[in-house]
């Protein structure tokens, strides 16, 4: 039975991953704060269905050694590192904790795992922020970075970490390179699901209103089960590798507005309000990946069209605010 270890199990992803490994039948474990186990109901929510099928364990990123004995101790054979501060801040007072969240944590699970497990194959999530600012669109494993946040700079530092380790240290060491991705739990922090929470809250009649930034803004969204697949899917080849995880595809912030409030029947025009504090910086080329490198090596690709993830958000949106 192979033993995997996953930071970041209790959110979107790593709950996704984590059942996914599950019907592998693999022995699952996952790195959590001790407030999330003291608080299980609420903090790991996403993991209700599965919870007793997994051991977690107290430790943090920022504390080395902590992780150095959860990977002493569980030895996995795979270690999916999605942890991070995933919201992307352009706020100068968010930076340091950034940078140390998601670098120096990085740094600390790495060099953990070269002397406590070298053998263990390590998946990094990347994100599409490493690319930034563009001059052509899709983007490729060799289009150049340009990160423009603190979070896609930490992010490619840590992608450049994970490339050193591979090269000097010979561990199986890949990042995926991933553009957004939804389900119905995506954090409310996320522009897609204020949309489809609203949205419903307007149909059951608790709101009124939507207010956002630039509807214009275009995005590459994929459906975040099948994202974890192909994570899965880069560890169990014979040779570590980075590849882009996207649809190829962008789409419009209205877009994605007109299909949710759509799905309910309602006319968007009639309750979305543009709002400039919530504009983010213009893009002038979008961020939209080109995903033939997995396609062509690993037959991976995602399937699932985007008003079909949207209208799964919405109705779980609506069984959760229904009374």
Same mark, same amino acid.
């Given at each position: 039975?192979k =033993? ?6 209790s ?7 984590a059942?996914l ?6 022995e699952?474990?996952g790195?959590v704060? =001790?407030?999330? #186990? ?5 903090? /790991?929510?996403?993991l209700? &269905?599965v919870?007793n ?5 107290a430790a943090a990123?920022?504390n080395? /050694? ?7 101790k569980?030895q996995?054979d795979e270690c999916?590192h999605?942890?991070?501060? +995933? !919201?992307? +801040?352009?706020a100068?007072e968010?930076?340091?904790? #950034?940078?140390?969240t998601n670098? +120096?944590g990085?740094?600390a699970?790495?060099?953990?795992l070269?002397? &406590?497990?070298p ?6 999530a ?5 690319? $930034?600012?563009?001059?052509a669109? %899709?983007?490729?494993?060799d289009?150049?970075?340009n990160?423009r946040s603190?979070y896609g #700079? *930490?992010?490619?530092?840590?992608y ?7 090269a000097?240290?010979?561990?199986f060491?890949c990042?995926g390179i991933l553009?957004?991705h939804? +389900? %119905?739990r995506?954090?409310?922090k996320?522009v897609? =699901?204020?949309?489809? &929470?609203q &949205? *419903?809250?307007?149909k059951?009649g608790?709101a ?5 930034g630039?509807l214009?803004?275009l995005?590459?969204w $994929? ?7 192909a994570m ?5 080849? %014979?040779? %570590? ?5 996207a649809? $190829?595809?962008?789409?419009s ?8 409030f759509?799905?309910?029947g /309602?006319?968007y025009?009639d309750y979305v309000e543009?709002?400039p504090? !919530?504009?983010r910086?213009?893009?002038e ?8 490198k997995? =396609?062509?090596?690993? $037959? ?5 069209? /985007?008003p ?11 069984r959760?605010?229904?009374?």
């Amino acid at each position: 039975m192979k =033993r995997a270890l996953i930071t970041g199990i209790s959110g979107q992803d790593g709950s996704y991953l984590a059942e996914l490994l599950l019907t592998k039948g693999y022995e699952v474990h996952g790195l959590v704060r =001790r407030e999330a #186990i003291e608080d299980a109901s609420r903090k /790991l929510a996403n993991l209700k &269905a599965v919870r007793n099928q997994i051991t977690f364990h107290a430790a943090a990123l920022d504390n080395d /050694l902590s992780l150095y004995k959860v990977i002493t101790k569980v030895q996995p054979d795979e270690c999916y590192h999605l942890a991070a501060s +995933s !919201f992307v +801040s352009y706020a100068f007072e968010d930076e340091s904790s #950034i940078l140390h969240t998601n670098f +120096s944590g990085t740094h600390a699970l790495l060099s953990s795992l070269k002397e &406590a497990n070298p053998d263990c194959r390590i998946f990094f999530a990347g994100s599409s922020e490493m690319f $930034g600012t563009v001059a052509a669109a %899709p983007q490729t494993e060799d289009t150049p970075f340009n990160p423009r946040s603190i979070y896609g #700079i *930490a992010k490619l530092a840590s992608y450049h970490l994970v490339r050193n380790y591979r090269a000097q240290y010979g561990l199986f060491a890949c990042t995926g390179i991933l553009y957004n991705h939804e +389900s %119905p739990r995506r954090d409310f922090k996320f522009v897609t =699901r204020k949309i489809t &929470a609203q &949205a *419903a809250r307007i149909k059951l009649g608790l709101a009124d209103k939507l207010y956002l930034g630039n509807l214009d803004a275009l995005r590459d969204w $994929g459906y975040a089960p099948e994202y974890v697949q192909a994570m899965w899917q880069m560890l169990q080849h %014979p040779t %570590p590798d980075d590849y882009v995880l996207a649809t $190829g595809v962008n789409h419009s912030v209205e877009e994605f507005v007109d299909i949710a409030f759509s799905h309910l029947g /309602l006319n968007y025009r009639d309750y979305v309000e543009v709002d400039p504090r !919530f504009y983010r910086p213009a893009e002038e080329v979008p961020l939209c990946g080109d995903a033939r490198k997995i =396609r062509q090596t690993l $037959g991976w690709q995602p399937t699932k069209p /985007l008003p079909d993830t949207i209208a799964e958000m919405v109705d779980h949106d609506l069984r959760l605010l229904a009374p």
